[in-house]
């Protein structure tokens, strides 16, 4: 990938409180899962849920951050705007803005510069405090043209809330249909769209801001980076391979977090198996360079 551009993106005081109106949808998402302490859960209310989350944490992990954010392979524009969409659905944005501003974190990353960094800033700031100010609302599309390219990209960073309300409709409609076809199963449109969407999602908010505010601060450090990234399985498993951040700070380029066998990486997995059929390609590997720093302790 060419060099970035330095963007200034040093935050003031006064700009990191909380601008409650446009947080109001993140606030109300969370609020909307407290019926689950009274109305149980079915089986399949729980495998939708399941399902949303890891559908979505695919697209934030092998779209989102691997893609969009690192190019770390290829891919035709049909499945670009797939990934694209389906990592809207997860109400983080639109591509450019999540991939643009993870890519100043990189520049900075553990700085006064950071934009999201619990060493200088503490858990609340990196975890969620950085979004739901105004200062970053603004997609920083000179850090990503490549992408930013693209009309229906730019159209989908713009209007990202539609991914999200369509997913939410859809489960309603699913499970208002499941409750008339199928009522054995113990579910309705209101209960698969709590499961299956609000609850889904604000635990997919917390695995994915957990590399922001934790894999910084907790885990080991194979290499000698210039920040404080580690490496900690229980994260990769929680974000489907995030979790090796030391790895991936070393080698950002590469589409495999998990260098070695062990280190369990199920985003790298499912796109080696996309790769199979032709659906992604040139997937980027750490460089024999990197393997001799991890045996030198560099």
Not at 106 to 127: A, C, E, M, N, R
Not at 212 to 218: D, E, F, I, Y
């Amino acid at each position: 990938m060419k060099t970035l551009s330095r963007p200034q993106i040093q935050v003031r005081k006064d700009e990191r409180a909380v601008a409650w109106g446009p947080s109001v949808p993140f606030f109300a998402l969370h609020a909307a899962c407290l019926p689950v302490l009274w109305v149980g859960a079915a089986p399949v209310e729980l495998a939708v849920a399941a399902g949303a989350y890891l559908a979505r944490m695919f697209a934030i992990t092998g779209g989102y951050h691997r893609y969009f954010a690192h190019a770390s392979y290829r891919t035709g524009r049909a499945f670009q705007f797939a990934l694209a969409w389906l990592g809207a659905a997860s109400a983080q944005k639109g591509p450019l803005w999540w991939a643009g501003h993870h890519r100043n974190h990189h520049l900075y990353s553990d700085t006064d510069k950071d934009i999201h960094s619990p060493v200088q800033d503490g858990f609340w700031w990196s975890h969620v405090g950085w979004i739901l100010s105004a200062r970053f609302d603004r997609a920083p599309l000179e850090s990503i043209k490549e992408f930013a390219r693209y009309p229906e990209l730019r159209f989908l960073d713009r209007w990202h809330w539609l991914a999200p309300v369509s997913l939410a409709a859809a489960l309603y409609a699913a499970g208002a249909a499941l409750e008339r076809w199928a009522p054995g199963l113990g579910t309705s449109g209101p209960r698969l769209l709590l499961w299956g969407f609000a609850v889904s999602t604000v635990v997919l908010y917390h695995a994915t801001f957990s590399i922001n505010s934790l894999a910084h601060v907790w885990g080991s450090r194979r290499f000698k980076t210039a920040d404080d990234s580690r490496n900690n399985l229980w994260l990769a498993l929680i974000t489907l391979g995030e979790g090796w951040h030391n790895n991936h700070h070393r080698a950002q380029y590469s589409e495999r977090q998990g260098f070695y066998w062990w280190e369990i990486d199920l985003t790298h997995y499912a796109l080696k198996a996309l790769s199979w059929f032709g659906i992604v390609w040139d997937l980027r590997r750490p460089d024999r360079s990197v393997y001799e720093a991890a045996a030198a302790g560099a």
